[in-house]
């Protein structure tokens, strides 16, 4: 019913920039409400980022607030991740994902219902 699919991963230098960006099937995706999680080697899948079905309200984790940003074009039924001034620590595999039951912006991964297939995101020194 919901297709999400992530690209723009890749390897950087520290102190470098990437975008992220999820594409969505279906013509319902501006009724959802976009996240974004990661998932380091050995560790939980963590909240990243969040945006509510408009992307009027955003909330992010501490460990990214002030260098992440998420934002989203719903005639593009596109959401995105800009990440500048990236930390090895940002290391991870990068996943978007979607609540089809609200509007507003969660920061909970078991609210989501639908993920992408994750991309790929290297920091290196």
């Known amino acids: 019913q919901l297709q999400l699919v992530e690209s723009g991963g890749g390897l950087v230098q520290a102190g470098g920039s990437l975008r992220l960006s999820c594409a969505a099937s279906?013509?319902?995706?501006?009724?959802?409400?976009m996240g974004w999680f990661r998932q380091a080697p050995g560790k939980e899948r963590e909240f990243v980022a969040a945006?509510?079905?408009?992307?009027?309200?955003?909330y992010y984790a501490d460990s990214v607030k002030g260098r992440f940003t998420i934002s989203r074009d719903n005639a593009k039924n596109t959401v995105y991740l800009q990440m500048d001034s990236l930390k090895p620590e940002d290391t991870a595999v990068y996943y978007c994902?979607?609540?089809?039951?609200?509007?507003?912006?969660?920061?909970?991964?078991?609210?989501?219902?639908?993920w992408g297939q994750g991309t790929q995101v290297t920091v290196s020194s």
């Open positions: 994902a979607a609540d089809r039951k609200s509007r507003g912006a969660t920061t909970k991964r078991t609210e989501y219902d639908y």
């Open positions: 279906g013509r319902t995706f501006s009724n959802y409400a």
């Open positions: 945006a509510s079905a408009s992307g009027a309200d955003t």
